[in-house]
């Protein structure tokens, strides 16, 4: 799987006497999908500037709301206080799915605990379980981070693997993927998830069991497309339907199969 670096803004200009410009903003799970798809959709318009921005699912469907973006990315389905906000104000949201999502559980990888299951990771992230010695590691404090409450990540894995449960009042929250990766990098006793095109050496992804033990899979690809990895979620875009000629491109695009062979190679699962 490519490995990449996800800045936080990520600008392509291409200067050309007509200029098709568009602003997308959202899921920082969505996000590196959409910087690559961006590039080579330019590459083939070189009348296009199309800026790409993060900061969670529910800053892109505020920005859409809002109308400072065309393109909401979104690793959650929009509430309906959302829509109806949209609606009261004679917007009408219209929903795509990029893609689909294997969201890994991920610790330090000095750490020896290697397999975990859907009730331990609640326990962990409740607050119940402590100690990486409850769950067969060492003597030493869990420490855990999770996403802040705007992303759509921290909100489905509190649907799947919390069943809907509350996180732990002294959970340390990250605004951003990429700063819950550097936190379990440099912290050995750390848990935490991200989304899997965010795996990257510095870090181990764990397997999961969804059966009370009976069975541990690891989070990939091939066991997300084979439907055995257990968290998996679809990602998202929404834009304004008065706005579908703007985006209507870039979404077919995505849809190409050169959009889609880009879509798995960065380990997404394509829709």
């Given amino acids: ?161 919390l069943e809907n449960k509350n996180y732990m009042s002294s959970i340390l929250s990250m605004p951003a993927t990429g700063a819950i990766i550097q936190s379990v990098r440099q912290t050995r006793g750390a848990i935490g998830y991200v989304g899997l095109a965010y795996l990257n050496p510095y870090v181990k992804a764990v397997s999961v069991s969804y059966d009370q033990g009976k069975s541990f899979v690891y989070p990939s690809v091939e066991t997300a497309m084979k439907k055995q990895y257990p968290i998996v979620r679809p990602l998202y875009y929404y834009y304004d339907k008065k706005n579908e000629s703007r985006v209507s491109d870039f979404i077919q695009f995505i849809y190409s199969p050169e959009g889609l062979e880009k879509t798995l190679e960065l380990g997404f699962i394509p829709r």
Wanted: charged share 25%; proline share 4%; aromatic share 8%.
């Fill in 1 to 161: 799987m490519k490995k990449i670096l996800i800045p936080f803004l990520f600008v392509f200009c291409y200067m050309s006497n007509t200029v098709m410009a568009q602003r997308i903003k959202g899921s920082d799970t969505v996000l590196p999908l959409t910087q690559e798809l961006a590039e080579i959709f330019m590459k083939q318009h070189p009348s296009a500037t199309v800026v790409v921005t993060g900061g969670g699912s529910g800053v892109g469907i505020s920005a859409l709301m809002d109308g400072t973006t065309d393109l909401a990315m979104a690793s959650r389905r929009i509430k309906f206080n959302e829509k109806m906000k949209m609606k009261k104000s004679k917007h009408e949201p219209c929903e795509v799915i990029v893609a689909y999502d294997a969201l890994a559980v991920i610790v330090n990888p000095e750490n020896p605990v290697s397999k975990l299951t859907r009730e331990q990771l609640e326990a962990i992230f409740r607050g119940k379980i402590t100690n990486w010695k409850e769950v067969g590691g060492e003597d030493a404090k869990i420490v855990v981070y999770s996403r802040e409450t705007s992303s759509g990540t921290y909100e489905f894995f509190k649907e799947s693997v």
